[in-house]
């Protein structure tokens, strides 16, 4: 079963502090991409950052970077210098290319809250 | 500028009463995909096209259709809508190919309640 996990319903920090979302994934297939998307209270679906899986080199996005560890199937996102404008709700997505078909995997989600 | 757009944005409908959401997108993308979103679930793929001669269920495809007559727009129709039908529903377009990312450009969103 293709499936992605975020096990924190709920986070909260101060402005400006670093904080860690955590994503698990499972997946036997061998080409995939990795995703973070960002939903403000808009409820706009945001791209945050992606990650090639076959590529070794975490993806950094400004203030945005991510810890990929494929062998543990771990696609954990880092905010640095977190803003009170990063407050939203964070999916971990995964997707599939099978004979041409793009097949998208969300997580839960994660509500992230920065407090002033 | 590059967008994806649906209509209508909020939808409140009874039980039964066909409704169709429109959905297109300008970046001449051959992929194109709807998903619904429900509160601890993330989103769901109901549909997908791959280009204008196909397309194909997702996950959750029941009391939902889709046509893909031009490139552009592909609509999501609920021919007879139920209660559980009530959701947030986003539209998603997306290159294909060696060369693309295969990032989704989703539309703003679709927020339904069926009645």
């Known amino acids: 079963a293709q499936t992605v996990t975020q096990s924190q319903p709920e986070m909260s920090v101060q402005e400006a502090e670093t904080v860690t979302l955590s994503c698990t994934y499972d997946?036997?297939?061998?080409?995939?991409?990795l995703f973070w998307y960002k939903q403000p209270p808009s409820r706009q679906m945001i791209l945050v950052i992606r990650q090639e899986a076959y590529k070794q080199q975490n993806a950094t996005e400004n203030r945005f970077s991510v810890n990929f560890q494929k062998a543990a199937k771990s696609f954990s996102l880092k905010i640095s210098d977190s803003q009170l404008g990063d407050t939203a709700m964070y999916f971990c997505a995964f997707i599939l290319i099978i004979q041409g078909a793009q097949k998208l995997v969300f997580g839960q989600g994660t509500r992230l809250t920065i407090n002033p | 500028e590059a967008q994806v757009t649906q209509n209508p944005r909020y939808l409140i409908t009874v039980t039964g009463k066909k409704l169709t959401v429109t959905c297109s997108q300008n970046m001449n993308h051959e992929y194109m995909s709807w998903y619904r979103q429900d509160p601890g679930l993330g989103l769901r793929q109901i549909y997908y096209s791959m280009n204008v001669e196909v397309t194909d269920k997702g996950d959750v495809p029941e009391g939902y259709k889709v046509s893909r007559k031009e490139k552009r727009n592909f609509p999501l129709i609920l021919e007879s809508p139920s209660p559980n039908q009530t959701s947030l529903y986003f539209c998603?377009?997306?290159?294909?190919?060696?060369?693309?990312?295969?990032?989704?450009?989703f539309g703003p969103g679709t927020r339904l309640t069926v009645t």
């Open positions: 998603a377009s997306s290159l294909t190919g060696l060369a693309s990312s295969y990032e989704q450009y």
């Open positions: 997946t036997s297939e061998n080409n995939y991409y």
